[in-house]
């Protein structure tokens, strides 16, 4: 993974646009859970359920954000031109790459585990914390699906995204995507050491409560959409899908 997001860092300060990091870090997992799942002495039907299952998170969340990125190209996505700022050298970035790959490595441990689970069977625990995953990534695909198709009419552009699970929550994406997480580590608590993944969730709701998550998201929207988005905020659920405040 160091390798990897090495040579993604080389890319991007190539065609100046750091928003292909946030491909490879979705890309990683379809990388490394196949390759315990070969490299695995466990069960062959748990190493490749559980592979498969986070191939299909990892290519349908990268494929998303891969075709965001390059639709947008050359501009940069907000974060990381608010980060240029900070970080005005490239090589401070390759740092940022490179903790970026370190995170990957932490959030494949369900998968680790389960590919050296020597367990004969699986554990009901394990079969309702992967089902609980692929609901999520329906949901935050249904959610992007939303999103992209407010976007792509031009009578919306500058308006706020209210409809379907966007009426319920201002970051449904994000609601479901952290559900994602809870669901690995509910199915890798059928293996030893499996309640070490409690992080992988822990990190994900910390990096979208504190970090580029939702913090950055709406302040780039009150900049653009201005009292527009504010009246979102007082009636729309920041985080879980809710019922709509009176306004």
Known sequence: MLVVFALVWVVCVRVRNYGFLDVIWSYGLALLAPLYAWQGTGLPLRKWLFALVALIWSLRLGTYIFRRVLRHHPQEDARYHSFRVRWPNPWMFLG????????????????????????????????????????AVAGEALADWQMSR??????????????????????????????????????????????????????????????????????????????????????????????????
Not at 160 to 182: A, D, Q, T
Request: charged share 10%; hydrophobic share 50%.
């Open 96 to 135: 940022f790459f490179e903790l970026q790959a370190l995170i990957v490595a932490v959030f494949s441990l369900p998968f680790l585990l389960a590919c050296y689970n020597s367990a004969p069977a699986l554990h009901p625990v394990e079969i309702a914390g992967l089902a609980l995953s692929l609901l």
């Open 150 to 247: 407010f976007k792509s009419n031009p009578a919306h552009r500058g308006q706020v995204c209210e409809v379907g699970l966007w009426r319920y929550s201002r970051h449904p994406n994000y609601f479901f995507e952290s559900l994602v997480w809870w669901g690995f580590f509910l199915a890798a608590l059928g293996s030893p050491l499996g309640w070490l993944t409690l992080i992988c969730p822990l990190l994900m709701l910390y990096f979208l409560f504190q970090v580029t998550g939702i913090p950055l998201t709406e302040e780039f929207a009150l900049k653009t959409k201005g009292d527009a988005y504010r009246a979102y905020q007082r009636t729309t659920s920041a985080f879980l899908p809710l019922p709509r405040k009176q306004p």
